[in-house]
């Protein structure tokens, strides 16, 4: 019974506090995302892009070229196919791990469907400076968006999970920074524009607000609705 009493305590507390924390952050990258879109679309000011092509330029070599190519791959199409289904994977066999899996699915296979629809949606068309040719639509990027998502559930998961202080602070540090430097690679590369990199950011870390509030919800609801199920076959072994 008093454990019963702590899981519902639990669930109160992360819908009062952890909760609207992350509605927060919600609003405030929709807001974002927001902007960008009227900057882009409707008052079509081109001088922030303009001048992120501009400093990147000023860094290019063939040798931090090549790093940028390596960089983008883990914000690629194959990546986001292999890494997480492993996880998923890994996920499913522990049985106290299992709801993990669901944050790396909606995380990567969500941000993924929502990108290719705001992607035809806006429209926009690539850079023709581009490095190498790469098929789609510009905005969002999706290697920002579905990498917000993604390294974002991971850095939350690392960040439940491990007790280490130090440990949490360098593993999430370390993944915020390198998904930031995975969508530098794009507008290094010239395949997005600097208003798309920062537009799949918002659009990413959106999502991940979105799935981190409610799987939770969702684990509570299937477990609460488990616990009246088998209240329910008690009563009735009890009535025999």
């Known amino acids: 019974m008093r454990h019963e009493k702590k899981r519902e305590l639990t669930f109160w507390t992360f819908f009062t506090l952890e909760a609207l924390l992350l509605l927060g952050l919600f609003f405030l990258s929709f807001s974002f995302f927001f902007y960008l879109t009227w900057q882009v679309f409707l008052s079509r000011n081109q001088a922030f892009d303009q001048a992120a092509f501009e400093l990147v330029a000023e860094l290019r070599s063939d ?41 790396i699915f909606l995380s990567t296979a969500g941000s993924a469907a929502l990108n290719q629809y705001l992607k035809n949606s806006f429209g926009r068309e690539r850079p023709v400076t581009a490095f190498y040719p790469q098929g789609g639509f510009s905005f969002p990027s999706g290697h920002a968006m579905i990498g917000a998502a993604f390294y974002g559930i991971v850095v939350y998961l690392i960040w439940k999970n491990t007790p280490d202080k130090l440990v949490r602070w ?62 329910k076959k008690l009563r009735a072994l009890r009535r025999r």
């Not at 990546?79 to 066999?93: G, M, Y």
């Not at 920062?198 to 488990?226: H, K, T």
């Open 63 to 103: 040798r931090f070229t090549e790093v940028m190519k390596v960089v983008t791959y883990f914000g690629s199409v194959r990546f986001f196919v292999s890494v997480p289904v492993a996880l998923i994977l890994f996920f499913l066999f522990f049985k106290k791990w299992r709801w993990y899996s669901l944050y």
């Open 170 to 231: 360098l593993a999430c540090g370390f993944l915020v920074c390198w998904q930031l430097l995975i969508g530098f690679s794009r507008v290094y590369l010239n395949v997005h524009y600097a208003t798309d990199v920062l537009a799949g950011l918002s659009a990413g870390i959106f999502w991940c607000a979105l799935v981190v509030v409610l799987v939770p919800q969702l684990e509570q609801f299937f477990y609460f609705r488990e616990r009246r199920r088998r209240l």
